[in-house]
């Protein structure tokens, strides 16, 4: 089951027992996101504070989900030195493209190749996607579409480049295409990130992409950027189907006010509903040093025949990862409104 609900209310109680909290954190409401502004109500909300949300998503992630608690802002993260990977089959239809500071993945179907972000810029998508895909065994010219998670250039900067060279369609959502048709390119460019894409395909909050047999949920998470999409698919591991959960966007770095805070918490309700609904059991993320794709396929390299998947991490895990998400996001709201009320 999910920590979460009563089971929450007891971590807090045991966390603040002996303390005078404990009485307060055993009546801590369980409908969190909504919670009144304590500087515009009659009473102070005691539950509501970055320490019991920080103290909160550290209990939730425990030893294995560190890299998502990194969001409360309290780990720092080393960075990353040796930007170069070798990519990498995971499940029989689903490949990671990419680098240490940001993902690609490529899903393969009967009738061609969806490839999900495109790293930096061109340079990298030629490294990496197109030539990943080509050490992998299998042909660039099948890539049909490029699904575009959110308009920042560490995953729409090599898109153009596999437009141009492969004819694929450019998907975005139509939130995040009209972003970047806002966007004024700059004056000195950096020449390590993009360029903006030629508008492509844009879709709707639940839009299903379906090729060969194989079909993408996407679902739109602000506020990382306006159209952020997180998706949904399957994935198969010999005669084992299971659903990979893809979260597009997710860190804090938008525009920090609590509006946004409260908002990131609601796409976490919002897409964590679907995703029980679905069955997501293989959470994945676009950057390595959120979901640990790099150890995990170092783990996979050496899998014993008939031992578990190194990314089936299964539907707890993924809603204890929500939980953290969520709990991040109110500490981050909590720390706004206490530095707004001094
Ligand atoms: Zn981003």
Redesign the pocket.
């Known amino acids: 089951m999910a920590i979460g609900g009563k089971l929450r209310v007891v971590l807090l109680a045991s966390m603040f027992a002996g303390s005078g909290l404990a009485a307060l954190a055993a009546q801590a409401p369980t409908g969190r996101i909504g919670q009144p502004n304590p500087r515009a109500g009659a009473f102070l909300n005691v539950y509501d504070t970055p320490a019991i949300h920080i103290a909160t998503a550290e209990r939730i992630a425990g030893s294995d989900l560190r890299s998502v608690f990194r969001l409360c802002g309290t780990v720092q993260v080393p960075p990353v030195t040796n930007n170069t990977a070798e990519p990498a089959k995971i499940f029989d239809n689903l490949y990671w493209l990419g680098i240490p500071s940001v993902s690609a993945w490529a899903i393969t179907t009967s009738e061609g190749i969806i490839v999900i972000d495109s790293l930096d810029n061109a340079r990298e998508a030629e490294t990496y996607i197109e030539g990943g895909l080509r050490k992998l065994g299998l042909n660039p010219n099948d890539i049909k579409y490029v699904v575009i ?4 250039t ?2 729409f900067g090599g898109a153009q480049y596999l437009a141009n060279k492969f004819g694929a369609a450019l998907v975005m959502s139509e939130t995040d295409w009209d972003v970047l048709s806002r966007a004024q390119p700059p004056a000195n460019p950096n020449p390590s990130r993009g360029p903006i894409p030629r508008r492509g395909t844009g879709v709707p909050d639940g839009f299903r992409l379906s090729l060969g047999g194989t079909t993408i949920e996407m679902i739109q998470t602000p506020p ?2 306006p159209g ?1 999409i997180s998706l949904i698919f399957d994935v198969r591991d010999g005669a084992a189907r299971h659903v990979a959960g893809l979260w597009g ?1 997710i ?1 804090f ?1 938008f525009q920090q006010n609590e509006a946004n805070y409260t908002k990131y918490a609601e796409s976490v309700d919002k897409y964590a509903a679907i995703a029980k609904a679905r069955g997501v059991d293989v959470p994945l993320a ?1 950057h390595p040093n959120f979901d640990l794709a790099m150890e995990k396929i170092a783990a996979l390299r050496t899998r014993a025949n008939g031992a578990p998947h190194t990314f089936v991490t299964g539907a707890e895990t993924q809603s204890r990862i929500f939980d953290v998400q969520t709990e991040c996001a109110l500490a981050g709201r909590a720390k706004l409104r206490a530095a707004e009320a001094r």
């Open positions: 998670t959110h308009a920042h560490d995953h990382h950027t952020a966007a860190g770095n676009n």
